[in-house]
């Protein structure tokens, strides 16, 4: 890769995905009879490898997973990760802990495949948008295994555009965890598309 995206293409990027987030709360919030709130402390683009480790799930963690995978102007997999606790408390408290905590485990497939369709569409739409770009997403999946399982990727020397989102809701703070994982060309067509935009919006500033 020729170079990272600068800060102030970084704080772009971050917004952007900031009003995606927060169109997923808004369609979560009606989803639900409590507010949810979500927040994005980081985006990074790293290696592949890196991004791994920075999920810092142990080998010995089950995490539960929702996967799309996405073609067109830049292709590859979009991940949301909890791990297996954190994604039954947030189906639980979703579910407004009206259920057992035996009964979840049947209802937790469904249920994090559609809190992970509402959050992963809301973030691609509004990429999409503010990019210009042409996307086609694939239906989403569940996945449940160790970090080896779930995080799979064909090249180490590949890149992961990595953010860390917090769910708030009235008594629970739950950490989950969005990937974009995309090759090598992918990713440099992806950083141009953010630099027109960001040039875009400099340049009408300025005007």
């Known amino acids: 890769m020729k170079d990272k995206l600068s800060p102030l293409e970084i704080d ?13 709360a808004n369609a979560l919030n009606k989803m639900v009879s409590q507010p949810v709130d979500l927040t994005i402390p980081q985006i990074e683009i790293v290696p592949n ?3 791994k480790a920075k999920l810092n799930f142990a080998s010995d963690i089950e995490i539960s997973a929702v996967t799309q995978r996405f073609d067109g102007d830049f292709k590859g997999q979009a991940l949301l990760m909890f791990s297996k606790e954190s994604g039954l408390q947030l189906v ?5 802990n009206k259920f057992p905590a035996e009964a979840l485990s049947e209802l ?9 369709n ?6 691609f739409g509004t990429v999409i948008n503010f990019l210009k770009s042409s996307i086609k997403i694939e239906m989403p999946e569940f996945i449940q295994g160790d970090i080896n399982k779930v995080y799979v ?9 990595y953010i860390k989102v917090k769910f708030t809701l009235p008594h629970e703070n739950i950490e989950g965890f969005i990937s974009f994982i995309m090759d090598i060309t992918s990713l440099e067509v992806f950083q141009e598309s953010v630099r027109k935009f960001v040039f875009g919006i400099s340049h009408k500033n300025e005007g």
């Open 153 to 161: 990727y064909s090249s180490e020397n590949d890149w992961s555009l």
């Open 49 to 51: 490898k890196t991004a």
């Open 108 to 116: 937790e497939q469904d249920s994090l495949v559609e809190i992970g």
């Open 12 to 24: 772009a990027l971050t917004e952007i995905f900031n009003i995606g987030i927060g169109r997923a």
């Open 118 to 123: 509402v959050i992963l569409n809301a973030c």
């Open 92 to 96: 639980s408290t979703l579910l407004g």
